[in-house]
T-cell receptor, first 115, second 114 residues
Framework: AQSVAQPEDQVNVAEGNPLTVKCTYSVSGNPYLFWYVQYPNRGLQFLLKYITGDNLVKGSYGFEAEFNKSQTSFHLKKPSALVSDSALYFCAVRDPSTNDYKLSFGAGTTVTVRA | EAQVTQNPRYLITVTGKKLTVTCSQNMNHEYMSWYRQDPGLGLRQIYYSMNVEVTDKGDVPEGYKVSRKEKRNFPLILESPSPNQTSLYFC?????????????FGPGTRLTVT
């Protein structure tokens, strides 16, 4: 069975500092990994994904994520956080080796960037 | 504008009164899905559809029904709602059932069952 964990409920950083949101996954095969962001009272928006290839993936709004197979992690990073990055972030995983098409999300991490 | 729409956005109902939440996308996407979002639990998949007339259960399908008679529409039906179905519901779609494609989410429907 596939699953994803986001070990931190909340992350607080000062504007201009690096931001990291952690994600670890569990699948039987090679994963498809995604990051989504949810702003207050809005639906989720896609940030980036890892399917195959380069372990460092760049996405929207200056975010990037690094796939680490040995640590089964896919941490989201931004070198210099903005107040406008304050939102709820979700990691998601899909195991393409299975015969279903389920997508599993983590519980989410609330990011607060203080001015 | 490419979008996923859901109706209604807010709904308060009573236990046992059948309801339908509609979902429509204008992107000709094959794959559509319903999720519920609960605090501390993230998003959990209820049902998904790979194409017209092809649907399958997600992780929490109990108490819900879906249908996919047209490519653009994927309604969620609660035949006999109960208070534990009070939640925030999201519909999403993506280009294909391969699910390597990113999903586009609707704005959400906040359901309260009393």
């Amino acid at each position: 069975a596939q699953s994803v964990a986001q070990p931190e409920d909340q992350v607080n950083v000062a504007e201009g500092n690096p931001l990291t949101v952690k994600c670890t996954y569990s699948v039987s095969g090679n994963p498809y990994l995604f990051w989504y962001v949810q702003y207050p009272n809005r639906g989720l928006q896609f940030l980036l994904k890892y399917i195959t290839g380069d372990n460092l993936v760049k996405g929207s709004y200056g975010f990037e994520a690094e796939f680490n197979k040995s640590q089964t992690s896919f941490h989201l990073k931004k070198p210099s956080a903005l107040v406008s990055d304050s939102a709820l972030y979700f990691c998601a995983v899909r195991d393409p080796s299975t015969n279903d098409y389920k997508l599993s999300f983590g519980a989410g991490t609330t990011v607060t960037v203080r001015a | 504008e490419a979008q996923v729409t859901q109706n209604p956005r807010y709904l308060i109902t009573v236990t046992g009164k059948k309801l339908t939440v509609t979902c429509s996308q204008n992107m000709n996407h094959e794959y559509m899905s319903w999720y519920r979002q609960d605090p501390g639990l993230g998003l959990r998949q209820i049902y998904y559809s790979m194409n017209v007339e092809v649907t399958d259960k997600g992780d929490v399908p109990e108490g819900y029904k879906v249908s996919r008679k047209e490519k653009r529409n994927f309604p969620l039906i609660l035949e006999s709602p109960s208070p534990n179905q009070t939640s925030l519901y999201f519909c999403a779609s993506s280009l294909s059932s391969g699910v390597a494609y990113e999903q586009y989410f609707g704005p959400g429907t906040r359901l309260t069952v009393t």
